[in-house]
C-alpha cells in the first residue's frame, strides 16, 4: 500500500513472483521493463487508482499488471503471466506483449487471469495485447 508503484522489475532475469498481494498502490500496481525468465503466478492486484497531480501537464502511465508495455519497443522473453486476478484499476487490467500465433497453453505468456472493475475516462480494457517487440514480423 503506498504512493507508488507496488512492484517495479527493470533488467533483471529469472524473477519468480508467486501468491502475492499488491493492494492500494498509486498508478501502477505491477511493471516490468527489459526482463529475461519472468514468472508472475497467483497474485492479486488491487485497488490501483490514478496519482493526483495537480498542476502538471502530462498524462501519467497507470494499469494493473503492465509487462513491458511502458517504453516502445521494450524487449523482453520468457514471459509467463498466469492465474492472476487484478480488481479494480484504470486504464487496463492487463498489459503484455501478444503470444506468437502457434502458442498453446505449455507455450502462451498470458493465461487464466481475470480483470475486473477496470475504470478510464475514455478507454479500459481487462487486457491490452500488443504486438511483441521480441517476435520478428
Request: hydrophobic letters at 40%; a negative charge.
Given at each position: 500500500n503506498g504512493f507508488g508503484w507496488g512492484l517495479g522489475v527493470y533488467?533483471?532475469?529469472?524473477?519468480?513472483?508467486?501468491?502475492?498481494?499488491?493492494?492500494?498502490?498509486?498508478?501502477?500496481g505491477v511493471g516490468a521493463l527489459s526482463v529475461r525468465n519472468f514468472?508472475?503466478?497467483?497474485?492479486?492486484?488491487?485497488?490501483?487508482?490514478?496519482?493526483e497531480v495537480s498542476g502538471q501537464m502530462f498524462v501519467d502511465r497507470r494499469g494493473g499488471v503492465?509487462?513491458?508495455?511502458?517504453?516502445?519497443?521494450?524487449?523482453?522473453?520468457?514471459?509467463?503471466?498466469?492465474?492472476?486476478?487484478?480488481?479494480?484499476?484504470?486504464f487496463h487490467g492487463f498489459a503484455i506483449p501478444a503470444d506468437d500465433?502457434?502458442?498453446?497453453?505449455v507455450t502462451s505468456?498470458?493465461?487464466?487471469?481475470?480483470?475486473?472493475?477496470?475504470?478510464?475516462?475514455?478507454?479500459?480494457d481487462g487486457a491490452y495485447i500488443f504486438p511483441d517487440a521480441a517476435s520478428p514480423g
Open positions: 533488467k533483471s532475469s529469472n524473477v519468480f513472483v508467486k501468491d502475492n498481494i499488491f493492494w492500494g498502490f498509486r498508478a501502477i514468472t508472475f503466478d497467483g497474485n492479486f492486484v488491487g485497488h490501483i487508482y490514478e496519482r503492465a509487462i513491458c508495455s511502458l517504453e516502445d519497443d521494450n524487449v523482453c522473453s520468457d514471459l509467463k503471466i498466469i492465474n492472476n486476478i487484478v480488481g479494480g484499476a484504470t500465433c502457434n502458442s498453446n497453453s505468456k498470458f493465461w487464466n487471469n481475470v480483470a475486473h472493475s477496470i475504470a478510464g475516462s475514455h478507454i479500459a
